[in-house]
């Protein structure tokens, strides 16, 4: 029943993942993708870049258990709530309080099966916070009642300030970029404001997702084709456009762009780094252009972008 429950709720609620083909087949490409030995006999138009050449294989559940507890719980939640929170997991195991118990069996449980994953993303934490704020909260209100019961919500609400320092901070620094005009926003702009109508724009940096894309304005062709000089120009490129971020999902090869050098003139650059970019932490499997440590080297969302004239006509 529960089986066929969800089953009819997500039909409902999701029709063009169920009706529409080019949606489903995307989306199934992306579980072959993640899932490549379970699903040896489904045909999809699979991507054809190895899935181990953008992280999601990963040598161990010990990995994906340290991914999500050093990097996405240790910069979500706070150096403090991490260090609480194994304590308050046995803790509340050890304890006869249902809630407290029922919070750390969800939650260790959800925790050990995410680490498990081959797919590695931050977001995947975001439902078991509560558990995990339950249990850790938990183990705060039993000292307090007991060796200060008359100020037990007083230092309850010390602690819980505390706590809540860090990842407070954090949450505002990302605001704070968040709140800047995103490079790919800027890129789409001077397209729109400068490049003549009708002329043909390529991209390059593109790896397997395509979030690090400006979005090219619709007075203008984007064009898909190999950054060759021959190609660019059998194709009449007249704009080149390139991305470039530490996450994988936007990556310049180097040499390519050295072949083109000599027909490249640099019309407009947009950069979201203020300092090494190499500072900054990025969720790097999930593609989001906006850190999780390292604010103080960013300076908007994006990656670095780059507007060439090839100085090609169409033909």
């Keep these: 029943v529960a089986t066929i429950s969800a089953a009819l709720a997500f039909m409902v609620t999701s029709p063009d993942l169920v009706l529409n083909p080019q949606t ?3 989306v199934l490409s992306i579980v072959v993708l993640v899932f490549p030995k379970v699903f040896p006999g489904v045909v999809v138009e699979a991507p054809a870049i190895p899935s181990a050449a953008i992280g999601f294989q990963t040598e161990s559940a010990v990995e994906g258990w340290r991914f999500y507890y050093g990097f996405a719980l240790r910069y979500g939640t706070g150096l403090g709530f991490i260090l609480l929170l194994p304590v308050a997991l046995v803790w509340a195991l050890l304890s006869r309080q249902t809630l407290a118990l ?3 069996v969800f939650g260790g449980t959800a925790f050990a099966l995410f680490g498990a994953s081959p797919a590695l993303l931050s977001r995947y934490m975001t439902p078991v916070l509560p ?6 909260a938990a183990l705060a209100i039993a000292p307090a009642r007991r060796f200060a019961p008359r100020h037990a919500a007083a230092a309850l609400a010390a602690a819980a300030a505390l706590l809540a320092a860090e990842p407070l901070w954090r949450s505002v620094q990302h605001d704070r970029i968040a709140a800047q005009t995103d490079t790919r926003v ?7 404001e400068n490049a003549p109508p009708g002329g043909k724009v390529a991209i390059a940096g593109t790896f397997f997702w395509s979030w690090g894309e400006p979005w090219i304005p619709r007075n203008l062709e984007l064009v898909r084709t190999e950054i060759e000089a021959e190609a660019l120009q059998a194709a009449g490129v007249r704009w080149l ?4 971020h530490t996450l994988f999902s936007s990556r310049v090869d180097p040499e390519v762009l050295a072949r083109l050098a000599g027909s490249l003139d640099l019309r407009a650059e947009f950069e979201p780094f203020r300092g090494p970019r190499e500072r900054a932490s990025y969720d790097f499997q999930d593609a989001y252009y906006i850190p999780m440590a390292g604010f103080g080297v960013v300076e908007r969302p994006g990656p670095s972008i780059r507007i060439c004239d090839l100085g090609a006509s169409p033909p």
């Design 241 to 244: 456009v390139t991305h470039d």
């Design 186 to 192: 800027l890129a789409s702009q001077w397209l729109r």
């Design 102 to 104: 029922a919070a750390a």
């Design 131 to 136: 558990a995990f704020a339950t249990a850790v």
């Design 24 to 26: 489903r087949n995307k």
